[in-house]
């Protein structure tokens, strides 16, 4: 049996997601949601766009309204609030994966370090982890230490474990560096939208600045490499 695109279910579940996360501000997902309704060529884009969006963070609205307080998502925040304190940059929503969020957050400590802040170690959560919490599988954390090592990292680890767990979230992480921390937790993130946490400008141009008098350096010595022995 072939799916069938419901113009008007389809888009709102969508935006639902989106706006569950807690995250995404309402012009963005506004704008997902028309790209979704292009693809199915559906007419009318933006009047299905808007009935959709606006549908969902009603629902949001009204679902939130019954929430016992604190939240897992409370317990989080005030968990990464203290990992802060106590010298781990602890990143909420952070990067669009993986790999781009541990690329972004050692440049960001490489800054602050630059500025005087020196972190021990890191923990963070990107997109993804945070729509596949929505759909109810908890909160996968990375980690590591400032230097990269693996003793270090696994310290990192611990007290990332450790600190969670004193803010009243279980972790799921057997010692291997090879996990990820899984915590434990229902996605309750109330609306209006929180700004998510992202590598600051200044870090990024201080990177690329670096980058570039690096590739400059390589230059000049290709230059005279060339000018002393020819080809």
Same mark, same amino acid.
């Given at each position: 049996?072939?799916?069938?695109?419901?113009?008007?279910?389809?888009?709102?579940?969508?935006?639902?997601?989106?706006?569950?996360?807690?995250?995404?501000?309402?012009?963005?997902?506004?704008?997902?949601?028309?790209?979704?309704?292009?693809?199915?060529?559906?007419?009318?884009?933006?009047?299905?766009?808007?009935?959709?969006?606006?549908?969902?963070?009603?629902?949001?609205?009204?679902?939130?309204?019954?929430?016992?307080?604190?939240?897992?998502?409370?317990?989080?925040?005030?968990?990464?609030?203290?990992?802060?304190?106590?010298?781990?940059?602890?990143?909420?929503?952070?990067?669009?994966?993986?790999?781009?969020?541990?690329? +972004?957050?050692?440049?960001?400590? @490489?800054? #602050?370090?630059?500025? /005087?802040? &020196?972190? =021990?170690?890191?923990?963070?959560?990107?997109?993804?982890?945070?729509?596949?919490?929505?759909?109810?599988?908890?909160?996968?954390?990375?980690?590591?230490?400032?230097?990269?090592?693996?003793?270090?990292?696994?310290?990192?680890?611990?007290?990332?474990?450790?600190?969670?767990? +004193?803010?009243?979230?279980?972790? @799921?992480? #057997?010692?291997?560096? /090879?996990? &990820?921390? =899984?915590?434990?937790?229902?996605?309750?993130?109330?609306?209006?939208?929180?700004?998510?946490?992202?590598?600051?400008?200044?870090?990024?141009?201080?990177?690329?600045?670096?980058?570039?008098?690096?590739?400059?350096?390589?230059?000049?010595?290709?230059?005279?490499?060339?000018?002393?022995?020819?080809?």
């Amino acid at each position: 049996m072939s799916y069938e695109f419901d113009p008007v279910e389809d888009p709102k579940a969508y935006a639902g997601r989106l706006i569950a996360t807690g995250y995404e501000q309402e012009d963005y997902v506004l704008e997902l949601v028309r790209e979704m309704l292009r693809d199915e060529g559906v007419a009318d884009v933006d009047d299905y766009a808007t009935r959709a969006v606006s549908g969902a963070i009603q629902a949001q609205i009204q679902s939130q309204a019954s929430w016992s307080t604190p939240t897992d998502c409370d317990r989080l925040r005030a968990a990464f609030d203290s990992l802060k304190e106590q010298g781990i940059l602890a990143q909420h929503h952070y990067s669009c994966c993986g790999s781009c969020g541990a690329a +972004e957050i050692r440049i960001q400590i @490489d800054f #602050d370090e630059s500025q /005087g802040t &020196r972190w =021990r170690g890191f923990t963070f959560y990107h997109v993804q982890d945070t729509e596949n919490a929505v759909d109810g599988d908890g909160i996968f954390l990375n980690y590591g230490d400032r230097k990269g090592t693996e003793e270090g990292s696994i310290e990192i680890a611990n007290h990332v474990c450790r600190v969670l767990g +004193e803010h009243g979230l279980e972790t @799921d992480w #057997d010692g291997d560096l /090879g996990r &990820r921390i =899984r915590v434990n937790l229902e996605w309750q993130n109330t609306w209006p939208p929180r700004k998510p946490n992202r590598v600051s400008q200044s870090a990024l141009d201080a990177y690329q600045s670096r980058i570039q008098s690096e590739n400059n350096k390589q230059e000049k010595k290709r230059s005279w490499w060339k000018r002393v022995f020819g080809n």
